[in-house]
C-alpha cells in the first residue's frame, strides 16, 4: 500500500465450536482491511482464503471468487439502513419473505415493520440491520464495529441484544471491534490483530487472561505490564523481581527477561499487610492518584513499581483512599501472568 501498511495475517478460526469471533485489536492494526478482503471488497496481493470446503482466493492457482458468490455479508458500521424503505422492507430486502418475517419475530420488529429507519433509536436500527443481513441467508456475517455509532449507554445496553441476535441467527460471525468490553460480551473466540499481523488466537478468555508477550497484554488492556526477572524456582512457583519488589507466580515455563501481567481488577488494596492471608504477594506502596470511574477507581500506586488498581467507590471510601496514603496491593499468585518480554528489553538486559 502507499502508505506503507502491510497486512500479513495467517488464522484458523473454529467457526462451528466457537460461532463468533472477535477481531480485536487497536485502530489502524489492519482488523477493517481483513474484514474486506473476507468479503472479497479488497484484493489480497498473495496468499489463500478458504471457508470450509471452498476456496474463494488463491493467488497462486487464480481463483478469487467475487463478493455474491462468497454469500459473505457485510454490515457496516452505520448500518446502511435504505432510508426510503420501511423496517419490514428494508429486511424483505433480497431475501424471502417468510424467512425475513420469521427473523422479525425472533428480533421483536414486528411493532416497527410500518417505520423508517429515521423514526428507529439507534438499538433499534442495529436490530434491523441484522436482521437485514441475516435474511440474506448468507453463510457467514461480518460486523464492522457494529456498536461504535451508539452512544456509551446505549452500547452496554445492546451488547447482549446483539450476541442473543448473533446466536439465534445460526450464522457465523465475525465481529470487528476494540472496546474489551463488547469482545468478552459478543465473542466466543478471539483474534488479536497488531501492526497488521495475528498475534495471539483462542477462546475470549483465555486471551484475556493468558496474553501471549506485552503487545498482545497492552493491546488487551492489562493496566499493569512489569519488566520482570525471574530470580528463582520452587515448589511449582517462581519468584520474580519487579523494580523494587518481587512477586510469586505459578511456573509458566517461562526462562530469561519477561514481564509480568497483572489486571487492575485482580490487585486488592488493604491499609494493614494481611499477614494472616494465604496470598503470597503483599506489596506495600504509597498511593498516587485516586481516579473514579463510575461505580469503580482507578487508584495509581507506587509499589517499588508502578502498579494500578481498579476497586470499587465503595472501597476507596471504605479505606478513605487519597493521594500520598500509604496501602498494600494484595495480589494472587494465580493472578501473575508471566510471558516473554519484547527483544528490545532482551538486548537492554
Known sequence: MASGFELDAELRLPLDESPVTVLFGPSGSGKTTLLRLLAGLDRPDDGAIRFRDGTWYDGG??????????????????CALFPHLTVAANVEYAARRETARRLMGVFGLAELADRFPRELSGGQQQRVAVARALAAEPALLLLDEPLSSLDAAARARIRQDLRRMLLSGGVPSIVVTHDRMEAVALGDWMAVMV???????????DVFRHPADAQVAESVGVENVLPAQIVSHHSGLLTVEVGTAQLQCVDSGETGPVVACIRAEDVALTRDSPQDSSVRNRLPGRVLSVIPEGPL???????????????TAQSVDELQLKPGDDVCAVVKTTAVHLTAAPYFSRQRT
Not at 195 to 205: T, Y
Not at 297 to 311: K, N, S
Open 297 to 311: 477507581a482507578r487508584v495509581e500506586m507506587d509499589c517499588g513499581v508502578p502498579l494500578v488498581a481498579v476497586i
Open 61 to 78: 492457482r487464480g481463483i478469487c471468487l467475487p463478493p455474491q458468490q462468497r454469500r459473505a455479508v457485510f454490515l457496516f458500521q452505520d
Open 195 to 205: 501492526g497488521g499481523r495475528i498475534r495471539q488466537a483462542g477462546p475470549v478468555q
